[in-house]
């Protein structure tokens, strides 16, 4: 079987940066984190998902546990503007090259500013969509972090 090659992987070759791939049942009806938590052989704190939000003057990525819940007003202040909100979903293959449930933060057509959960900095490795459905990348935080010059702060909703 060929191996898929992503841009996202293609972008992690280029820069050689070491990784592993991981293969998971992608279903539409039942995306959550929990579906990919339960096939991926990783704990929850330690796969993460890519959001792309907007602001008034452009574009940003925020990457963060699986299963928390982003807090917009923690992000607005911490990238330093008045409000964030969500990409409408019809926008987000235009925008980065990715389609939902396949949108990774390394690859996308533009370089935006990135957010990542400062737990990241906890674990020893972490994954994200590697830039289409049911494939994982897992590689280091550090790795990750900085193939898209991102900066971590702390931006999910607690208790």
Do not use: W
């Not at 994200?128 to 010059?149: E, F, N, T, Y």
Request: charged residues 30%.
């Amino acid at each position: 079987m060929k191996k898929v090659k992503t841009n996202a992987l293609r972008i992690l070759d280029q820069k050689h940066i070491d990784y592993q791939t991981r293969e998971y049942n992608y279903d539409e009806d039942h995306l959550s984190g929990e579906h990919i938590v339960g096939q991926v052989d990783l704990s929850e704190d330690e796969i993460y998902k890519t959001l792309v939000l907007k602001y008034k003057e452009g574009y940003l990525v925020c990457c963060i546990p699986v299963m928390a819940e982003i807090d917009l007003k923690k992000l607005a202040k911490e990238s330093g503007h008045k409000s964030v909100e969500m990409l409408h979903q019809k926008d987000l293959l235009g925008l980065t090259g990715y389609i939902r449930g396949g949108c990774s933060p390394i690859g996308m057509k533009k370089l935006f500013p990135t957010y990542f959960q400062e737990d990241i900095l906890l674990l020893e490795k972490v994954a994200v969509s590697a830039g289409k459905r049911g494939l994982q990348v897992i590689l280091k935080p550090d790795d990750l972090i900085s193939s898209v010059q991102g900066k971590c702060v702390d931006v999910i909703r607690r208790g």
